[in-house]
């Protein structure tokens, strides 16, 4: 076997280059997955690097809350939180940099200022450090769990237990990267914990606490038990993606909303906690949500 160009690489970059048709077996590109068999050839390209340049987009943010030091918005769903892969422009990285010319020192390049994210069709509560203090400080309480995540979920079924809690490890998917699952080697503990709210016909609205912060780590509990978030493209099942209300409303988006945010402020350690206004979109299913 021959392998050229893969020193110094990390192995979520050169997963990146197979998906993108940069490495070859015996010539040709294959998927991640391929089993190479011996005298194979493989030859990896890795492309020169390009210069990234974000140019500040002036896109209307939701703030719920700034100061100095942070600012809190509410996410609309359908917005990617910072460039990557197919999206280079129209992030909420973007906005913010219109909006405060001090985060393009904070955090490097591409993160200037975030500390968490939410998927792009999650909508909900987000907080974005302003200074390297309060990135410090913030990215501190998230790695030691500290901060209080409550998240509003509709999915599919009626969830029968009034409260309950979901165990079980997230990891990658050997056969599929860039999706996440339980039962996988190498899983990392998670925990989420569930309450019902409503039971509507063939749904449930659920309000969730997260115990830990795995990548999709709602949307792939829910569906281990058997009630995957409606509208998820991903890990619903295929019946399932799409849903038409007896309204006529069809969704198209995952029905998760990171409904409210708590922790300590990096200048006054005092205990904040901030609510999203849950979005039309969601309301229309669900009917009015309070508490």
Same mark, same amino acid.
């Given at each position: 076997?021959?392998?050229?160009?893969?020193?110094?690489? /990390? !192995?979520?970059?050169?997963?990146?280059?197979?998906?993108?048709?940069?490495?070859?077996?015996?010539?040709?590109?294959? =998927?991640?997955?391929?089993?190479?068999?011996?005298?194979?050839?493989?030859?990896?390209?890795?492309?020169?690097?390009?210069?990234?340049?974000?140019?500040?987009?002036?896109?209307?943010?939701?703030?719920?809350?700034?100061?100095?030091?942070?600012?809190?918005? %509410?996410?609309?769903?359908?917005?990617?939180?910072?460039? @990557?892969?197919?999206?280079?422009?129209?992030?909420?990285?973007?906005?913010?940099?219109?909006?405060?010319?001090?985060?393009?020192?904070?955090?490097?390049?591409?993160?200037?200022?975030?500390?968490?994210?939410?998927?792009?069709?999650?909508?909900?509560?987000?907080?974005?450090? =302003?200074?390297?203090?309060?990135?410090?400080?913030? /990215? @501190?309480?998230?790695?030691? !769990? #500290?901060? =209080?995540?409550?998240?509003?979920?509709?999915?599919?079924?009626?969830?029968?237990?009034?409260?309950?809690?979901?165990?079980?490890?997230?990891?990658?998917?050997?056969?599929?990267? =860039?999706? #996440?699952?339980?039962?996988?080697? %190498?899983? !990392?503990?998670? !925990?989420?914990?569930?309450?019902?709210?409503?039971?509507?016909?063939? #749904?449930?609205?659920?309000?969730?606490?997260?115990?830990?912060?795995?990548?999709?780590?709602?949307?792939?509990?829910?569906?281990?038990?058997?009630?995957?978030?409606?509208?998820?493209?991903?890990?619903?099942?295929?019946?399932?993606?799409?849903?038409? /209300?007896?309204?006529?409303?069809?969704?198209?988006?995952? #029905?998760?909303?990171?409904?409210?945010?708590?922790?300590?402020?990096?200048?006054?350690?005092?205990?904040?906690?901030?609510?999203?206004?849950?979005? %039309?979109?969601?309301?229309?299913?669900?009917?009015?949500?309070?508490?």
């Amino acid at each position: 076997m021959f392998v050229s160009g893969l020193s110094g690489l /990390s !192995r979520a970059r050169v997963q990146r280059l197979i998906d993108e048709g940069h490495v070859l077996v015996g010539g040709r590109p294959q =998927k991640a997955h391929h089993r190479v068999n011996a005298g194979e050839r493989i030859r990896l390209h890795v492309p020169p690097a390009t210069p990234l340049q974000l140019t500040p987009e002036c896109i209307p943010l939701d703030i719920l809350h700034e100061d100095d030091d942070l600012i809190v918005l %509410n996410k609309p769903a359908g917005m990617v939180v910072h460039p @990557g892969a197919g999206r280079r422009t129209g992030t909420l990285v973007h906005a913010l940099l219109a909006h405060c010319e001090s985060l393009p020192g904070i955090g490097g390049v591409e993160r200037p200022g975030i500390v968490h994210r939410l998927d792009r069709d999650t909508s909900g509560v987000l907080v974005v450090a =302003k200074t390297g203090a309060a990135q410090q400080s913030l /990215s @501190g309480q998230f790695k030691a !769990r #500290m901060v =209080k995540k409550q998240y509003l979920a509709l999915v599919h079924g009626e969830v029968r237990q009034e409260q309950g809690r979901i165990e079980a490890a997230i990891g990658r998917r050997e056969h599929d990267r =860039k999706r #996440m699952g339980v039962r996988v080697r %190498n899983g !990392r503990d998670a !925990r989420t914990i569930y309450q019902v709210l409503r039971r509507l016909p063939g #749904m449930t609205l659920l309000a969730l606490d997260l115990e830990t912060g795995r990548t999709h780590q709602i949307r792939v509990h829910l569906a281990h038990i058997g009630h995957p978030v409606i509208g998820d493209q991903v890990y619903g099942r295929r019946r399932e993606r799409r849903l038409a /209300s007896s309204d006529g409303i069809v969704v198209e988006r995952q #029905m998760l909303h990171a409904w409210r945010l708590g922790f300590y402020h990096p200048t006054t350690a005092a205990w904040v906690e901030f609510t999203a206004p849950v979005p %039309n979109d969601f309301l229309r299913l669900a009917g009015p949500i309070s508490g």
